[in-house]
């Protein structure tokens, strides 16, 4: 059927349509109008796709020219904002307009795949929130772009590492709320196994905390998780068979927040501390010093409460019966440990004094 509703004019703010040319209606206001009465926008809709496809090729042009920005366009923040809004408008109507919009996800994908390093933060975090929503109403499977999701959160943007880290736990939760696809999660954790295999150290440490979150939910507690998170304890950096130990030990849980990769060797070695939180310390943050002084004081002090949570949850999980490391579920305990300390014999090894407190503590 044809759209009644010739388009007159669009700009990021307001689209008007013929027979309705005194009322301008915002991308959110269409939206609503489109989900009502698909047919009746279909012109309204091809205007904004064919606008969204424009910007698409631009930046797309970018990427290929290997280009960190173009001027006018990268650095225009009007520009992107206008690509993450369209972005995230058609996400929204896509399943009305599921032949109309069928090149749709695989765009936003294809995207993030080629340019997610070089587009600008906030357009890189829309284009990624636009592709959840379609995951989230099943128009694209998560094992399409979950390795995808994984590499996003090696790019260094904190809100977009969040992000997509929550997207990826939650679901895969989600999908094993009710009953347990074996084929979808083999399907699955086949992907991450893969990326925790990789020379790439980040890929491969963003694969370990996802499967170390997984299993400490209890979500993908099974024999082949805990064992590869226990084979990442032979990985070729240093970095990934600490946290791999870490993770066995119980010194420190790997949560998304983790920010080892700043800090030192020394550091992750080392226990948490029981944190002591006192009147004086808790006066002092409110009412001594600066104000630049006290926040910081005050942001000192919400770090040593989330401390103190955390170990009261990790002593909680270990006294019940239902805690279980991945060490528990090992194939060959024997082969496991010999086949580490023949590692940190190795003369060639240049691992050997930092991993040798875990090893021994294994």
Not at 277 to 304: C, D, F, I, M, P
């Amino acid at each position: 059927m044809t759209s009644h509703h010739a388009v007159t004019g669009v700009s990021p703010e307001s689209i008007s349509a013929s027979g309705r040319s005194s009322e301008k209606l915002s991308l959110p206001s269409l939206q609503s109008k489109m989900k009502c009465d698909p047919e009746g926008y279909e012109s309204e809709l091809a205007l904004i796709y064919s606008q969204f496809k424009s910007s698409l090729e631009l930046f797309e042009q970018q990427a290929a020219l290997n280009f960190t920005s173009i001027s006018g366009i990268g650095t225009d923040p009007s520009v992107s904002k206008d690509l993450g809004d369209r972005a995230s408008f058609l996400a929204h109507v896509t399943p009305f307009y599921p032949k109309h919009l069928s090149e749709f996800p695989k765009q936003l994908a294809d995207l993030l795949r080629s340019s997610a390093a070089s587009l600008p933060s906030g357009l890189r975090g829309h284009v990624a929130q636009a592709l959840i929503l379609l995951i989230n109403r099943k128009i694209v499977d998560i094992g399409e772009t979950l390795a995808l999701f994984v590499e996003l959160q090696t790019l260094g943007d904190r809100n977009l590492r969040k992000l997509a880290f929550s997207h990826v736990v939650h679901s895969i939760r989600k999908m094993n709320q009710k009953h347990k696809n074996e084929a979808n999660n083999r399907a699955l954790q086949n992907i991450i196994f893969s990326m925790l295999q990789q020379e790439d150290e980040a890929k491969a440490k963003r694969a370990l905390i996802t499967l170390c979150e997984l299993h400490r939910r209890k979500v993908w507690f099974d024999e082949r998780t805990a064992n590869a998170i226990c084979t990442a304890c032979f990985h070729s950096s240093s970095r990934i068979m600490i946290a791999a130990l870490s993770f066995l030990l119980d010194y420190e849980k790997i949560e998304e927040d983790d920010e080892s990769d700043a800090s030192s060797s020394e550091d992750e070695m080392t226990p948490q501390s029981q944190v002591v939180l006192s009147k004086e310390s808790v006066y002092k943050a409110h009412h001594k010093g600066t104000a630049s002084s006290k926040k910081k004081k005050k942001a000192k002090l919400q770090r040593a409460i989330r401390s103190m949570k955390k170990q009261q949850r990790l002593s909680s999980e270990r006294t019940t019966s239902n805690y279980y490391s991945p060490l528990n579920h090992l194939k060959d305990p024997q082969g496991f440990v010999e086949k580490l300390f023949s590692r940190l014999k190795d003369p060639k090894s240049d691992q050997k004094f930092e991993v040798d407190p875990f090893t021994f503590s294994l």
